[in-house]
């Protein structure tokens, strides 16, 4: 069996073991980062987002073969130097309510914001995670005010 080697938050690893699995559960039983959730398994509720050459994508249907050569960053790597602002917006506009979602959701936000640095509600619409608590508001009012702190950052 070949190995998949790839880069997982800013270091190489090589993994041997069956080429079907999600990389979902790699990066949970195999990597032992948990802040990455487990949601629905099929694509559909985004609270499995994470960073494929820096674009959001979906890990519980990213079989580890279709890894190769690329790099990977999960939640525990998106405020490596520092909280991102989307993690100080999220903080100062207290979105979270049960908190499973939001790693999915800061991942595809901070996406979001890398492709359309100032994004209208129809933008941030576009973000197709799920929050069973319903705090998209919180989360539209997030993303909004990250992408003025980013802004000020890229001015400064």
Known sequence: MMSTVFSLNGTKVAFDGDPDMPLLWYLRD???LTGTKYGCGIAACGACTVHV???AARSCV???QS??????STIENLGANGLHAVQRAWIEEDVPQCGYCQAGQLMAAADLLKRVPVPSD???ATISNLCRCGTYPRIRKAIHRAAAMLREEADA
């Open 30 to 32: 195999h990597a032992g």
């Open 53 to 55: 050459d820096g674009s």
């Open 62 to 64: 990213l079989p580890m």
């Open 67 to 72: 890894l190769a050569g690329k790099n990977i």
């Open 122 to 124: 129809s933008d941030i």
